[in-house]
């Protein structure tokens, strides 16, 4: 069932070209990621989709409806997309707790024991239990972008936006991110990545969308995307963040993840792990 | 100085009064200067450039005018052709929008040290702009504008004693009266001076506990 529909989204901003026609439908439980150079209109499509930024043109259905209309409850539509940020964005006068709940208590007026109980289950479920009561200035990125998504599960969200959720952490803590991705993948949770990480791309096991210049130029499986029958374009950009890749850190995006890969010597998310767990 | 103390004893209600006048002058402006400064601080970050512009000549207009040309305005002024005012009523407006404007630009100084992506969060969570002021732009500006604010509150209560030039009978005032009176004007003011030291240190002492509680945590180390 198609959870999210992108018609022809246009948008212009001073002049200049940012979305020339971008189309997608993300299904139900799937996970799909849109990869493309930095400038590429990857971030500006997401802010279309949940209106923080108005496009000029096209057509967004999400959960059946029209989501640029003009009588759209913007709020009521953002309170069923979970958005997680590149820099976390957490409220840094809230401990890890307070984040989670911030939006159960104001937004749904959830009695406080309620959203108490309800946020420690998300942040067990991201293996930040432990962390609760402590303050974003107190947590590593890696544990900061498991606070974000979990205060972004928190609201029972229809889908997860990622804008670039790995770009500003370091290889060990992308890999945390990596290992929750599988996790909700697993649990069927629909996702929207947008990233550069060719990593995170590769290792995350969607479908892929080459986005560049405002459009989406091809859309496969990683590899046959970046495989050797590649549009020149794609080529160009892989060879690009592979070389950048290398430079800044010492794995090959085609290195498997270990699905036990402790997290920051917490347990693993997943036992089972992402390489054990069935295709769909 | 004994002396002068004794004669003090003598006049004691006129001197308590009078603390009591200053007390109560700078509490009111420091309650309703720090309530004005939040909205003004609204207004001029929710509008639009219009509005912007306004409360920016608000800010701009009472930081740059002496208070006591507004005070002497609504005093002296303003009954030539309109109402005669007390001089406590004078006191609290004029020190309020004065208070305000102060109050005002250190919150918006605050402000430009958030995190932008913040309060894209949390409209992208569905929170509302009112609701994104009140739950995450004011809770840490305010933290964030503490040692400013008490230091307002101290500024507050030392000046207080300019309404003294329109009449109203606070502190300041009595001294002089004693020192008038009594021919000690050396120790008149000594005491004066002594008292405003003392009542300003006990401000500092609670700003300091204030700074303590209410730091944002992660915030000072990081500056």
């Keep these: 069932m198609t959870l999210l529909s992108v018609q022809d989204l246009k948008l212009e901003y001073d002049g200049r070209t940012i979305l020339d026609g971008v189309s997608f439908d993300l299904a139900q439980g799937e996970l799909k990621v849109i990869m493309g150079p930095s400038g590429s209109g990857k971030s500006t499509l997401l802010r279309c989709l949940n209106r923080l930024t108005m496009p000029n043109g096209g057509r967004v259905v999400f959960e059946g409806r029209d989501v640029l209309g003009p009588d759209v409850d913007e709020r009521a539509l953002r309170q069923r997309i979970g958005f997680v940020f590149q820099n976390f964005a957490l409220y840094r006068h809230l401990t890890a707790l307070q984040n989670v709940t911030l939006a159960l208590r104001h937004l749904r007026r959830m ?77 069927r949770v629909s996702m929207l990545c947008v990233t550069h990480d060719l990593y995170l791309a590769r290792a995350a096991g969607g479908r892929v969308m080459f986005l560049d210049q405002g459009r989406i130029h091809a859309e496969g499986e990683v590899d046959e995307l970046f495989g050797p029958n590649a549009d020149p374009r794609i080529r160009a950009f892989f060879h690009q963040e592979l070389q950048q890749a290398q430079a800044a850190q010492p794995i090959s995006p085609a290195q498997p993840i270990s699905p036990a890969q402790p997290m920051d010597g917490a347990q693993p998310v997943d036992p089972s792990g992402p390489a054990g767990s069935p295709e769909r | ?62 930081i740059g005018t002496p208070l006591i040309v507004l005070l002497f305005l609504m005093y002296y002024g303003l009954p030539q052709w309109g109402p005669k005012l007390t001089p406590f009523t004078v006191a609290v407006i004029g020190f309020t929008l004065n208070v305000a404007a102060y109050n005002a630009r250190y919150l918006m100084t605050a402000f430009r040290g958030l995190d932008p992506d913040e309060l894209q ?11 994104v002021f009140q739950l995450v732009i004011l809770p840490q500006v305010m933290r964030l504008s503490v ?74 180390r990081a500056r």
């Design chain 1, 111 to 187: 009695p406080a024991a309620e959203a108490d109980e309800r946020a420690l289950r998300q942040l067990a479920r991201m293996d930040m239990q432990a962390h609760a009561h402590k303050y974003p200035a107190q947590l590593s990125g890696g544990q900061k972008q498991r606070v974000a998504i979990a205060r972004a599960l928190a609201m029972d969200p229809a889908v997860l936006f990622f804008d670039e959720p790995t770009s500003a952490l370091d290889p060990l803590m992308s890999r945390e991110v990596v290992n929750i991705l599988h996790q909700l993948r697993d649990e």
């Design chain 2, 1 to 62: 100085m004994i002396s002068f103390l004794a004669q003090m004893l003598e006049y004691w209600p006129q001197v308590l009064s009078g603390l009591g006048n200053t007390l109560l002058l700078a509490a009111v402006i420091s309650v309703t200067g720090l309530v004005g400064g939040v909205v003004v601080f609204y207004l001029a970050i929710s509008g639009g450039p219009l509005r912007r512009r306004l409360t920016e000549g608000y800010i701009s207009f009472f």
């Design chain 2, 121 to 131: 969060a949390a409209r992208a969570q569905g929170f509302s702009d009112m609701q």
């Design chain 2, 147 to 220: 040692p400013a604010l008490t230091n307002q509150v101290i500024l507050n209560l030392k000046d207080s004693s300019i309404a003294f030039l329109i009449q109203y009978a606070e502190f300041f005032a009595q001294m002089q009266d004693l020192a008038i009176r009594s021919f000690r004007f050396l120790d008149a003011y000594l005491v004066a001076g002594a008292v405003y030291l003392a009542l300003v240190s006990v401000v500092v002492v609670a700003a300091r506990w204030l700074e303590r509680r209410y730091v944002l945590p992660g915030v000072r």
